[in-house]
T-cell receptor, first 111, second 110 residues
């Protein structure tokens, strides 16, 4: 069974700090990795996608993928209170069109 | 450009009733997926349709069914509603890999 694991948190960081969110997955055949942000009562919003080992940066967000260790992480630099949300990790394995979602990590950025 | 749209926004039903949820994908997107999300959990996959054909089905009972129309819009039907069907129902559209979610339909079953 494909599993995507995230620490449910909450992860609390001060404003201006780096928030580090982690996700591990069980299927070594996984090929595509996604991070979504979900505000309370809203739907998930795609932040980043990453497909190959290494780092991918987009503004204050950096996704890091390590397929050998089967983890993907999301770094948020200069965290703002508006970043307070649940961050969902989603992983798609080869041979499937369907990503599996983790349960999400709650991030709280306090002023 | 318009994003994914879903209707209705909120819905209250009683046990045993039937419900139909609707979704219109982003223009040009031919794939639509349906997810159920309960509080504190990630979205759980229900169905995916591509070019009007079912391309995947999650671990949900046969009370759940869906279809996709020639204009790529989609409907999710749930029969014989149970209290446990209360959730946020999400529709996502995609053209290749990345899925974009609509605002969701909040279903409450009393």
């Amino acid at each position: 069974q494909k599993e995507v694991e995230q620490n449910s948190g909450p992860l609390s960081v001060p404003e201006g700090a780096i928030a580090s969110l982690n996700c591990t997955y069980s299927d070594r055949g996984s090929q595509s990795f996604f991070w979504y942000r979900q505000y309370s009562g809203k739907s998930p919003e795609l932040i980043m996608s990453i497909y190959s080992n290494g780092d991918k940066e987009d503004g204050r967000f950096t996704a890091q993928l390590n397929k050998a260790s089967q983890y993907v992480s999301l770094l948020i630099r200069d965290s703002q209170p508006s970043d307070s949300a649940t961050y969902l990790c989603a992983v798609r394995t080869g041979g499937s069109y369907i990503p599996t979602f983790g349960r999400g990590t709650s991030l709280i950025v306090h002023p | 450009d318009a994003g994914v749209t879903q209707s209705p926004t909120h819905l209250i039903k009683t046990r045993g009733q039937q419900v139909t949820l609707r979704c219109s994908p982003i223009s040009g997107h031919k794939s639509v997926s349906w997810y159920q999300q309960v509080l504190g959990q990630g979205p759980q996959f229900i169905f995916q349709y591509y070019e009007k054909e079912e391309r995947g089905r999650g671990n949900f009972p046969d009370r759940f069914s869906a279809r996709q129309f020639p204009n790529y819009s989609s409907e999710l039907n749930v029969n014989a509603l149970l209290l446990g069907d209360s959730a946020l129902y999400l529709c996502a559209s995609s053209v290749v890999e990345e899925q974009f979610f609509g605002p969701g339909t909040r279903l409450t079953v009393l």
